[in-house]
């Protein structure tokens, strides 16, 4: 029998986010991977694997239940094989990029079917990679991570039988302690809100700022080696720096991307956790970057600490604190997506900077979440990508050539 559940709190903040994109954008939420198969390794061998992730990861055999707007469901079913396609290359250079796009635009029903879908790509006869995509709903970033490592150890034969899925987090949410932390979150909230006015709100169409630089991988990299923090800390550090330089106000409200992962029982579930959780900044007193980063450190804590809550009882109070739900999105929003393990270190740190200094624009990369979203993405580059409202956009190549020069300057002042 196929009990049906709540959605848990990350899923919820996502489905929010999604319910009412248009039919033509419904592909905007996929997330999409391709991952490099061992030597050998044949397409029964990958069929087998991913069907043990399917015994595994209950997200991966739910659908949703969302014909009740209020109260959305999950509904988890029983384990089977799944579909895996080929796609085959005569070329053994196959263009992965192109393969990716192509299956990412493939929108997802979330009623009728896991929301998920595999491609084994082939150079002739030799399976080279997995291309999987998957809907936010299945998966946050993390989690492909978690994904990717079951599934080299299924592939291995080493993968062990233990079931997960997101209904352990439901527990949780609902449990004493669990509604506990969910009120002290509506507390940080209330808080918060009171300290700082709503922002003006930005209306559509929207631009992508767009900054890729590996001067800058490496300059976050050693400040936060030097001053013992993490990157994404330094990076937004230097993010409010610029909005400090190019605003007059001494206080910031910023949103920052929390995984949620912290507790032991979430860690390596699969499902999407990430939650937008409000910071307040105070313009720091010295003109470095290391005050700033000391507050950044403290003030996020805390925020992170609170970031597990019931988004549709935030957005009611929002409503009693006067914010209209544009201007909560036109806050100023930063999710910052960490170098893999397996990436390449930065290059050499004696690289001229001003070769990688150039803003470019773009449509944005996709038509869901904040209205003013900075993405950071570490890898041997720093990619940093500001989608705003079109009239803002001289704010935003400004505060992207700001964040640039506070980051090198603090990389220089070490």
């Given at each position: 029998m196929v009990t049906s559940a709540p959605l848990t709190f990350g899923q919820l903040a996502i489905w929010r986010d999604v319910e009412s994109v248009p039919r033509d954008r419904w592909h905007e939420p996929n997330i999409v991977q391709a991952w490099e198969l061992p030597a050998g390794t044949g397409t029964a061998d990958v069929r087998a694997a991913l069907a043990a992730l399917v015994r595994r990861h209950e997200s991966l055999r739910t659908t949703y239940d969302l014909s009740d707007p209020a109260a959305p469901r999950q509904v988890p079913h029983p384990p089977r094989t799944p579909d895996v396609a080929v796609q085959r290359a005569a070329d053994p250079r196959v263009d992965l990029d192109t393969v990716r796009e192509q299956l990412a635009r493939q929108p997802f029903s979330l009623v009728r079917e896991?929301?998920?879908?595999?491609?084994?790509?082939?150079?002739?006869?030799?399976?080279?990679?997995?291309?999987?995509?998957?809907?936010h709903m299945v998966a946050d970033g993390l989690a492909t991570w978690v994904l990717r490592r079951d599934f080299l150890?299924?592939?291995?034969?080493?993968?062990?039988?233990?079931?997960?899925?997101?209904?352990?987090?439901?527990?949780?949410?609902?449990?004493?302690?669990?509604?506990?932390?969910?009120a002290a979150a509506m507390d940080y909230w209330a808080k918060l809100l009171t300290e700082v006015p709503p922002p003006a709100v930005g209306q559509p169409p929207f631009?992508?700022?767009?900054?890729?630089?590996?001067?800058?991988?490496?300059?976050?990299?050693?400040?936060?080696?030097r001053l013992r923090v993490s990157v994404a800390n330094v990076v937004l550090s230097a993010f409010c720096a610029g909005l400090f330089a190019v605003g007059g106000d001494d206080r910031?409200?910023?949103?920052?991307?929390?995984?949620?992962?912290?507790?032991?029982?979430?860690?390596?579930?699969?499902?999407?956790?990430?939650?937008?959780?409000?910071?307040?900044?105070?313009?720091?007193?010295?003109?470095?970057?290391?005050?700033?980063?000391?507050?950044?450190?403290?003030?996020?804590?805390?925020?992170?600490?609170?970031?597990?809550?019931?988004?549709?009882?935030?957005?009611?109070?929002?409503?009693?604190?006067?914010?209209?739900?544009?201007?909560?999105?036109?806050?100023?929003?930063?999710?910052?997506?960490?170098?893999?393990?397996?990436?390449?270190?930065?290059?050499?740190?004696?690289?001229d900077a001003a070769e990688d200094a150039t803003v470019s624009w773009a449509a944005p990369f996709s038509s869901v979440g904040p209205r003013r979203y900075l993405r950071v993405i570490e890898g041997t580059d720093l990619t940093c990508e500001l989608r705003v409202p079109v009239g803002r956009s001289a704010v935003a190549a400004e505060l992207l050539r700001r964040m640039r020069q506070a980051l090198l300057d603090a990389d220089r002042a070490g």
């Open positions: 896991p929301a998920w879908r595999a491609t084994v790509v082939a150079a002739g006869d030799a399976p080279t990679h997995l291309v999987l995509v998957h809907h150890a299924a592939l291995a034969g080493t993968l062990d039988d233990a079931v997960s899925g997101p209904r352990t987090i439901v527990a949780h949410e609902q449990s004493p302690a669990g509604q506990r932390r969910g631009v992508e700022a767009r900054l890729v630089s590996r001067a800058l991988a490496g300059a976050a990299r050693r400040v936060a080696a910031l409200l910023v949103r920052v991307l929390s995984s949620n992962r912290f507790d032991p029982y979430r860690r390596d579930v699969v499902t999407s956790m990430n939650q937008w959780i409000p910071v307040l900044f105070d313009r720091p007193s010295g003109p470095g970057l290391a005050d700033l980063v000391r507050e950044v450190v403290t003030r996020t804590r805390v925020a992170y600490a609170h970031g597990v809550y019931d988004v549709d009882r935030a957005f009611r109070l929002l409503d009693e604190a006067g914010y209209r739900r544009g201007q909560y999105d036109s806050t100023w929003s930063v999710n910052f997506i960490a170098r893999r393990a397996d990436e390449p270190e930065p290059s050499d740190p004696d690289l």
